[in-house]
């Protein structure tokens, strides 16, 4: 059998796109980048000298290219549905950022069309690439806490918690902004993929910096209505009770911990580090009343080579499974039927937070 052609790629967005996709898929030996787009001429042109790849600012052109394989899109949430939708319907394979859409529907359509072409759709959901969570992964599945009695999740960050940082679309609910969207759709993902589907919703919401100033108004202050902290209560198709705190404002907070608490013991995950939200996690556990003692990372699962910015190396990870998903045309996991159920969960979020009941995430 001859050597595997690579997948050729083009990245659609150049904020986490340049600073993290771009690096990861430098460093993934099933594919590389040609293509940078942006929809501002200049910036396409000169990110894409700076990196020695071709600049792009036309979608429709860049999904005209016969030497192009798949798009990668890490825009903000808004566009991605339209972006995606045409990426899959120009035949080409996609990955995205999450969350995916701008509602759950916009999910599910796009993980209905990419099965319907043939094509492999990704989510960047990149926590299930992160060694100890794989790791937490495996011993959930072994049965070491037994049976699962309460999972907690606390995530509480301080990146936007300087009232001065600039006004831009994550202070908008409408444009997909806020915590539930940077943070709580990476947790939804995991905590589905450790307990299996989340089947209702309550959920507290708060806008604790309710202006920002906006440079587009040359520093006048704009309005934010997007959640910086969020309290649910979760509960799967099992039956078991979860808790997720959320925050982005938080100055002094813990970081993320995930705890899960059984039958026969528990397990701890968490990292205090407010600076990367990759580099810095430990795990421990404890049988029945035993005190919780270090798990020591299982070298299968390390990582080949890491970098400063500890987000590269699980992106590099995933995408070089979505690479051999698209080779041997299989179903990729975390694919959009990941990306949707978690948007599904988001949306029930929001929605009981405006309602004050208990709402169930849609299912399609």
Avoid at 160 to 175: E, F, G, I, L
Avoid at 333 to 353: F, H, K, N, W, Y
Wanted: glycine content about 10%.
């Amino acid at each position: 059998m001859g050597e595997r052609a690579p997948l050729r790629v083009a990245i659609a967005g150049l904020g986490f796109g340049l600073k993290v996709i771009l690096p990861a898929l430098r460093a993934c030996p099933g594919a590389i980048p040609l293509v940078l787009w942006h929809r501002n001429s200049s910036r396409a042109a000169e990110a894409a000298a700076a990196e020695g790849l071709v600049g792009e600012h036309d979608f429709d052109a860049l999904l005209r290219r016969d030497d192009l394989d798949a798009v990668i899109v890490a825009t903000p949430p808004g566009p991605r549905y339209g972006l995606g939708r045409a990426v899959l319907e120009a035949g080409k394979h996609l990955l995205l950022e999450k969350p995916v859409s701008l509602r759950a529907e916009e999910a599910f359509s796009l993980q209905r069309l990419a099965l319907e072409r043939g094509l492999i759709g990704a989510v960047d959901f990149e926590y299930r690439a992160v060694p100890l969570f794989m790791q937490l992964a495996e011993l959930l599945e072994r049965g070491y806490v037994g049976e699962p009695w309460l999972v907690k999740l606390d995530w509480l960050m301080g990146s936007r918690a300087d009232p001065t940082r600039p006004w831009n679309w994550y202070c908008q609910r409408s444009a997909g902004g806020g915590v539930l969207g940077a943070l709580g759709t990476h947790a939804f993902d995991s905590l589905a993929w450790m307990f299996g589907p989340i089947t209702d919703v309550q959920a507290r919401l708060g806008t604790v910096i309710r202006q920002r100033p906006d440079p587009s108004r040359n520093n006048q202050l704009s309005a934010c209505d997007s959640d910086d902290v969020a309290a649910l209560t979760l509960r799967f198709d099992s039956g078991l009770v979860g808790q997720v705190n959320l925050s982005s404002v938080t100055r002094n907070g813990r970081g993320k911990w995930l705890e899960v608490h059984g039958s026969e013991g528990h397990l701890v995950l968490g990292s205090a580090n407010q600076k990367d939200y990759v580099h810095g996690f430990s795990l421990s556990g404890g049988k029945a009343g035993a005190s919780p003692v270090p798990i020591s990372e299982d070298s299968r699962l390390a990582f080949p080579h890491t970098w400063p910015d500890g987000r590269i190396a699980p992106v590099a990870r995933l995408l070089g499974w979505w690479a051999d998903a698209i080779a041997e045309n299989r179903p990729m996991i975390p694919g959009l039927a990941e990306g949707a159920a978690s948007q599904a969960v988001m949306d029930a979020a929001l929605a009981a937070a405006d309602s004050g009941m208990v709402v169930q995430p849609i299912q399609h």
